[in-house]
């Protein structure tokens, strides 16, 4: 018996050894926490669905989980709605360093899907409607990010607010200045959709037409977002500024500037997500500003979701965006495989509690830090027993 045990333990060293060496470095820790809150996440749920439907349980988690891959077009419908998702949770993200909580996100991608929306029914090309929707969300983002440097009014009462002034501008425009030539003749209160001109050109993958060269936009700016969070000096003062505001006052750092920068490049980024909303190749949606509506939009405050799981990782918003969409996917067929037991609203349930279990993440990494210390000081007392051992063989 103690041999076989012998042999696990050798069997199982170089993993452990693996683990023990990139627990030290806090990105590795971050990716370790936010799988953890998935796998709970979805463990939580698999016992909600034993609950509701004991029977169809296995069937309903393997169908949660495999939905989005069982063909090339229900992938290329979740990579579609994941690309405007990895730009708010971007947003939010890069607000976050600083610490900040850009809670006027919702009204950024809003007023960036409206005019982004205007500039393609002018005729503009899909490059300038996605200029002009950074644009729109970066000014969005430059007000509270103003009134938080210069009157240190704070920054979610001032996004809140600026939330709804957006609502209500946008009803003001659409019914004043807007064109009746861009409006639907049938409901005056919507913009007709995004003209072909306007929308993201698509890659042209056979049965993924959604797919465009969004995602490759999405991963060039998470790429850039990634080197300037952590080989600038704009990026290191940011961080800074965002862990101890005192020490870096004391170093130099120009607070007013991170800030209103920081908020700034969080709005153009939620501009950007407000464009790609409405800019699918494949099935371009209309937008509604009459006030019976849901006009400001909801997917602001999803980026809250995708950056609270990916840590505020840039790199990490990639995938827990495509994991909240391949869980979105997968409404339709979870209903069906529990005869209508687990409906279309069940998988909202399983992405709040990731979402909640992952508010956790923090509690995950205090873990794994007092686990990574315990076995260097195990390893420590490992080394001296050894020396000491040599010492009397010596003498």
Request: proline fraction near 3%.
């Amino acid at each position: 018996m103690a041999n076989f045990k012998q042999n696990v333990s050798n069997a199982f060293r170089p993993v452990a050894n693996f683990f023990h060496r990139t627990n030290k470095k806090q990105g590795f820790r971050s990716v370790i926490a936010g799988v953890l809150s998935i796998l709970i996440g979805l463990f939580c749920g698999f016992i909600i669905m034993v609950c509701i439907k004991p029977d169809a349980a296995g069937a309903g988690l393997w169908t949660l989980i495999s939905t989005g891959f069982t063909s090339p077009a229900a992938f290329g419908r979740a990579l579609y709605k994941a690309t405007p998702m990895i730009f708010s949770g971007l947003g939010i993200a890069f607000a976050f360093k600083l610490g900040l909580f850009n809670i006027g996100i919702t009204g950024q991608v809003t007023i960036g899907a409206f005019c982004s929306l205007l500039a393609g029914l002018s005729g503009m090309n899909w490059f300038v409607c996605m200029l002009v929707g950074a644009i729109c969300g970066a000014i969005a983002g430059f007000i509270p990010g103003w009134l938080k440097a210069k009157f240190n009014v704070n920054e979610v009462l001032s996004g809140i607010m600026l939330n709804w002034v957006i609502y209500y501008i946008i009803g003001i425009l659409g019914n004043t200045v807007v064109p009746n030539s861009f409006k639907d003749k049938a409901s005056p209160s919507e913009l007709l959709m995004m003209p072909s001109s306007g929308q993201m050109p698509s890659l042209g993958i056979p049965q993924m037409e959604g797919v465009s060269v969004g995602i490759i936009i999405a991963i060039f700016v998470v790429i850039i977002v990634f080197v300037v969070l952590n080989m600038t000096t704009f990026g290191f003062e940011l961080k800074m500024t965002g862990r101890n505001k005192n020490a870096s006052t004391y170093a130099g750092v120009n607070q007013t500037k991170s800030t209103i920068l920081a908020l700034t490049i969080s709005g153009a980024l939620a501009g950007i997500c407000g464009y790609m909303l409405y800019a699918d190749p494949g099935a371009p949606s209309k937008f509604l500003w009459d006030s019976s509506s849901n006009t400001l939009l909801s997917d602001g405050f999803n980026g809250i979701s995708v950056s609270l799981i990916a840590q505020n990782s840039p790199i990490g918003c990639i995938f827990s965006s495509l994991l909240l969409t391949l869980i979105d996917v997968s409404k339709n067929s979870l209903k069906t495989v529990s005869n209508g037991y687990y409906n279309i609203h069940y998988t909202e349930l399983i992405k709040a509690v990731i979402i909640y279990i992952a508010a956790l993440s923090s509690f995950f990494n205090i873990l794994l830090i007092k686990w990574n210390d315990a076995n260097e000081l195990k390893d420590y007392f490992k080394r001296y027993k050894t020396k000491k051992q040599l010492k009397e063989e010596g003498k």
